[in-house]
């Protein structure tokens, strides 16, 4: 095998008993292929970030909901939250209990509200609007709403979910409405939870959050939980030996505050986060084919099999994914050179990577497109009616096996009305 360029999966032993090339010939491409024990190594990382014998993990399955993944995930103990009836859904089916699963809803209408009353999963609402609404939809009941605190963090504007310029939570100087309307349904607030973004690689933003969080949660006496929210980065640019989050360090200084706030509270009640990025993102390498090679007014295209109805994030926020390049029989690439790599859409955004270096590549090579196990399957769609890929997961023991069959033409025809 002349693997050409593969320093971090070779590193990691990715692809257990089998190699990108062969996966490439059975199953196809563009194919997703996870690996177990990267996915397994994540949840414990995670869980063991804070020293607190009342933390709780929820993974967040908007990065990732194949339910094969999310049994692995739900085995490392591991809870969930949920975005909408569809997650709750997949995390029942997953085998999570309602109790395990914390609805985080924004701008829902009665009808889901309803569905997850029933459903018997707990429940955070994000406005003063929606709190009215669930409490005229079951009064008595409990409840727990998302606090903007003031604090967000993110690699992009699009993701950072908390401070002046987002849709979500609940500003502080609004929690004396909180309370109003608590006593108006006669409704128990049982969690205040917060998300303040998506990929931090410093601490310092989330740190400075949770001050605010806990200084609002003093304010409440019958708390059962406090979620302290996702966003935990990975380092996308591995080739360049981007730095990990140190975990250890965050994880002290969150453990301290957690069990001053403890003391001062007077009852343990559980400490949550909602990881979905740290948890599956690194579990992934997406392999595609280069279909075409040209160049265009000086700039040289790998044209691939990855456009961005499979892999949306470098066209959606300009996010950076390493590559990697597999070839089984040809020469070896003895010079780099800079290209851009893009997909098969009919837009002039469909842009993997953008301008960069690598060794040069031919028509069938396979590529492998780094760290695209959060946000890529799940975000993916049939634009321009291609086909949703396949999904294999390498197993503990090296194994490969199918976890989503490749969509059919069938399956574009399949949802519509006789
Ligand atoms: N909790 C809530 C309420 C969220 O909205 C999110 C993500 C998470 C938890 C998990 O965040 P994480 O740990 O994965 O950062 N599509 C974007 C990321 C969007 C994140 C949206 N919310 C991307 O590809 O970068």
């Known amino acids: 095998m002349n693997y050409i360029y593969s320093i971090i999966s070779t590193g990691k032993n990715f692809y257990g008993d089998t190699d990108p090339v062969a996966l490439a010939e059975e199953f196809g491409t563009p194919l997703y292929v996870y690996n177990e024990n990267i996915l397994r190594k994540r949840c414990r990382d995670l869980k063991g970030l804070i020293s607190y014998d009342k933390f709780v993990v929820n993974y967040s399955p ?8 999310l049994k692995i995930i739900r085995d490392e ?6 975005m909408s009836p569809g997650e709750i859904f997949l995390n029942l089916k997953a085998g999570y209990q309602p109790g395990e699963i914390l609805y985080i809803c924004n701008n829902v209408g009665e009808d889901e509200f309803l569905y997850a009353i029933q459903s018997g999963v707990n429940i955070s609402v994000d406005s003063l609007s929606q709190l009215e609404m669930f409490g005229k939809l079951n009064p008595g009941g409990e409840v727990a709403f998302r606090l903007n605190p003031g604090v967000g963090a993110g690699h992009h504007e699009k993701v950072r979910t908390a401070g002046s310029k987002t849709k979500f939570g609940i500003e502080m100087k609004l929690v004396p409405h909180v309370k109003k309307l608590l006593k108006e349904y ?3 607030l049982i969690g205040i939870n917060q ?4 990929l931090f690689l410093t601490g310092e933003a989330y740190l400075r959050s949770t001050v605010n969080i806990l200084k609002v949660a003093r304010e409440f006496e019958e708390l059962e939980f406090i979620d302290l929210g996702g966003g935990f980065g990975i380092p996308y640019k591995k080739q360049a030996k981007e730095e ?14 957690i069990a001053k706030w403890t003391a001062g509270y007077g009852k343990k009640i559980e400490f949550m986060i909602e990881p979905g990025r740290y948890i599956v993102a690194e579990s992934s390498i997406l392999l595609g084919r280069v279909n075409a090679v040209k160049s265009n ?7 691939t099999d990855i456009g961005f109805n499979v892999l949306v994030r470098p066209a959606m926020y300009d996010s950076h994914h390493d590559i990697e390049i597999y070839r089984k029989e040809g020469e070896p690439s003895d010079h780099e050179e800079t290209v851009r790599i893009v997909g098969n859409i009919c837009e002039t955004g469909d842009i993997i990577a953008k301008d960069r270096k690598l060794p040069e590549l031919f028509e069938k090579d396979i590529i492998g497109i780094l760290d ?3 946000y890529g399957f799940s975000m993916s769609s049939n634009y321009n009616n291609r086909l949703r890929p396949a999904e294999v997961l390498v197993e503990a023991n090296g194994n490969c096996r199918l976890i989503r069959r490749r969509d059919t033409l069938e399956d574009l025809a399949g949802k ?3």
């Open 244 to 257: 990990r989050l140190d975990l250890r360090d965050l994880g002290k200084k969150l453990s301290d505050r």
């Open 62 to 69: 908007k990065a990732n909901s194949n339910l094969e993944l």
């Open 186 to 188: 006669n409704l128990k």
């Open 416 to 418: 519509f009305v006789e």
């Open 297 to 303: 007014y000086g700039i040289k295209y790998i044209g």
């Open 372 to 374: 695209s196990g959060a």
């Open 77 to 82: 103990g591991l809870r969930a939250d949920a």
């Open 195 to 198: 998300h303040i973004g998506s």
